[in-house]
């Protein structure tokens, strides 16, 4: 485990020394862990080598005095979604993966009032948003550090000279992929309203034709916003929880 609590372990056969599995977590906080990534080689599942590599992480966070490990699991990935389930762990809340076509979303163009500014990331001008999705906050610091090898873009947005929302995200292809959205009050439609203009704007700005957002299924109005402004669901993914023992 490096300095930044990022943890790389990899499963090997021993009479061959051939990597056959590994496993990528982090230590987010004094009583959190996160699980990033888990993978077998296809030839070798159902050996136990993933029960094996997420037992071991579970005891270094354990002895770390980590209270819980959380992940994250596509809807789609039944076969992952049922290996968490019977280790131990309890679905605790989802995320819906949003997805738009430029042209069909409602708030177009400039929008008045609306100011879209560079930011650095260093900075500590939005610290005081809350953001859309559960894994932005857990996994803030180590996002910090990697945002710059990404080549992520980082913008303030000011709305009537009030910073209302904070944006960081990539570009693929034609698409714009928003990877951390922070507002002031999710549950304020004028603060919904100004991220969907923002992230519009970008688009527009950038000669995108595509965005894509996350949000926590608990912010039901600002959901429900964004399906009214013309985004539909392509994914769901479950946020689930272990509480570590000594017996893990």
């Known amino acids: 485990m490096n300095k930044n609590n990022v943890m790389l372990f990899v499963a090997e056969l021993a009479d061959r020394k051939e990597i056959v599995g590994y496993i990528v977590a982090f230590i987010c906080s004094p009583s959190t862990g996160y699980v990033d990534e888990i993978a077998v080689h296809p030839s070798y599942r159902g050996n136990g080598i993933g029960t094996a590599l997420l037992r071991y992480v579970e005891q270094v966070m354990f002895h770390n005095k980590v209270k819980y490990v959380e992940l994250s699991v596509k809807s789609g990935d039944i076969a992952a979604l049922n290996f968490y389930l019977k280790r131990g762990y309890r679905i ?4 819906l993966n949003l997805t738009a076509d430029l042209s069909k979303i409602k708030i177009q163009g400039d ?25 932005n906050k857990l996994m803030r610091r180590m996002l910090k550090s990697l945002n710059s090898r990404l080549n992520k873009k980082c913008f303030a947005v ?14 693929e292809g034609y698409e714009l992929y928003v990877d951390y959205a922070a507002v002031r009050d ?33 912010f039901n109005r600002a959901v429900q916003l964004f399906l009214d402004e013309g985004f539909r669901v392509y994914e ?13």
């Not at 605790?92 to 995320?95: E, L």
């Not at 009030?162 to 990539?170: D, G, K, Q, R, W």
């Not at 991220?195 to 926590?216: P, Q, T, V, Y």
């Open 92 to 95: 605790t809340g989802s995320t």
């Open 111 to 135: 929008v008045d009032g609306i100011e879209i500014h560079d930011y650095n990331v260093s900075g500590k001008l939005h610290r005081h948003l809350k953001p859309l999705v559960w894994w």
């Open 158 to 171: 000011f709305e009537n000279g009030v910073l209302s929302c904070y944006i960081e995200c990539y570009i």
């Open 186 to 218: 999710a549950n304020d439609p004028a603060d919904i309203e100004g991220l969907i203009s923002a992230i519009s704007m970008l688009a527009k700005k950038l000669g995108l034709r595509e965005i894509c957002i996350s949000i926590d299924s608990q």
């Open 236 to 248: 769901v993914e479950f946020r689930v929880r272990k509480i570590l023992s000594g017996s893990s």
